[in-house]
Each structure stands twice: as C-alpha cells, then as structure tokens.
C-alpha cells in the first residue's frame, strides 16, 4: 500500500536550473496537493488541485507550476530555482468531503546554490 | 486571511497528560485538524473537529469551541514515540476547501 508517492527524495539544483518534482497517489483521491516547509514554519500551500484538470493557487504560487497529468499524478515545476526557494516539499492527497484527512508523501528536501 | 497560534515547544515526562492550545482567526471555517510528524517525515492525521466538543481517538483527544476559536490537543499516558511535532490546521472555505496549517508544537516527551 504505497499511498503517496514522492521523487525525488533528495535534489541538489544550482540558481538558475529547472527541475519538476514528481507526485503519485494510489487511493484514488481526487483531490491533490503541494505543501513547502521551511524551518520553524507550518505547511504552506502552493498549488492544489480540487480534481483531474484544475489547479489554483496556494498561499505560495509564486516561482511554481504544477501540472495535474491525470487523476494519479500531480507534478511541481520550478522554471527557475531560487535559494530562497530551498525547502521541504510534501505532495498530499484527499478525497472529496471536507472532512476527509490529507495523506503525506515523504517529501523532496531540495536544496539550491 | 488565516492565522493560527499554538505554542513553539512544549515538554513533558513519560506518563504525564499534555494538552497542546491552538487558537485561530479565519473566515469560513468548516473545521480543526491536528496532524503529527516525526523528525521532518511525512506528516500524519490525527483528528479532525467539525464540530464543538470532543473528539476521543485511543490515547489523543482533540476538542473545538468554535465561539472561542479555540481548540487543543490533549495527549494522555505519553509514550517517548509521542515526541514529534504536532500541527493544528484549520479547513476554510473560499472557493475550494483547503487547510492552513500552525507553525507546529515541538512535544519532547522525557523518561
């Protein structure tokens, strides 16, 4: 039962490169999420998607794509990496009611030079 | 906006009852979440109050005074697996429901 899957699990970028962090879940939910933490901060919402084919903003979009590739994947795109950029990032994955409980991956700590 | 409040650091010693506070401004709340997480890993459900009151889950119980926003934690017989930190996050409605998580309450559980 692998439920949220999350690639890479470490990364190294230089200021500048580009890179996507990939996400997968196999519950079937339709409702998908990408979170950063930084140190001494909650989760803070950058992208999510209520359902295959839409994604919004989060409270963090700036700097970010996502692409929703089907109701499975959700992937995380950094055109442009930042140092201010380097974080943990956690893709999460719900179903549709509003109570229903986000599920984890184990997270991409990125780091940018 | 949404902002939440909860402690930075709390401890206590194998055994002992801890409650972890969480007070919240927001608008359209539908309800409170407390999630777990271990050293950095994936953070983990706990319990969700949609509701005033109290809501029992083995050891933890979470509790909502939605005229107060206001909710805690409470964590009974603590175990030295209970250090981790722990999230409030609130579910709002605007447009989409999505959750605004806490800045986390480190718990160090002692022997």
């Given amino acids: 039962?692998?439920?949220?899957?999350?690639?890479?699990?470490?990364?190294?970028?230089?200021?500048?490169?580009?890179?996507?962090?990939?996400?997968?879940?196999?519950?079937?939910?339709?409702?998908?999420?990408?979170?950063?933490?930084?140190?001494?901060?909650?989760?803070?919402?950058?992208?999510?998607?209520a359902s295959e084919g839409t994604t919004d903003k989060g409270e963090v979009p700036n700097g970010y794509n996502v692409s929703r590739l089907n109701k499975r994947e959700f992937s995380l795109r950094l055109e442009s990496a930042a140092p201010s950029q380097t974080s943990v990032y956690f893709c999460?994955?719900?179903?549709?009611s509003s109570n229903q409980p986000q599920h984890f991956g184990d997270g991409t700590r990125l780091s940018i030079l | 906006g949404q902002s939440l409040e909860q402690p930075s650091e709390v401890t206590a010693v194998e055994g002992a009852i801890v409650?972890?506070?969480?007070?919240?401004?927001t608008s359209g709340?539908?309800?409170?979440?407390?999630?777990?997480?271990?050293?950095?890993?994936?953070?983990?459900?706990?319990?969700?109050?949609?509701l005033d009151g109290l809501e029992e889950t083995g050891r933890f119980s979470s509790f909502l005074s939605r005229s107060d926003s206001y909710g805690y934690l409470l964590l009974q017989e603590l175990q030295m697996k209970d250090s981790a930190s722990y999230f409030c996050a609130v579910r709002s409605y605007s447009g989409y429901s999505t959750l605004t998580f806490g800045k986390g309450t480190m718990l160090l559980v002692s022997p």
């Fill in chain 1, 1 to 49: 039962n692998a439920g949220v899957t999350q690639t890479p699990k470490f990364q190294v970028l230089k200021t500048g490169q580009s890179m996507t962090l990939q996400c997968a879940q196999d519950m079937n939910h339709n409702s998908m999420y990408w979170y950063r933490q930084d140190p001494g901060m909650g989760l803070r919402l950058i992208y999510y998607s």
């Fill in chain 1, 92 to 96: 999460a994955s719900s179903g549709a």
């Fill in chain 2, 19 to 25: 409650q972890i506070n969480c007070t919240y401004q």
């Fill in chain 2, 29 to 50: 709340f539908y309800g409170l979440s407390w999630y777990q997480q271990h050293d950095g890993g994936a953070p983990t459900f706990l319990s969700y109050n949609g």
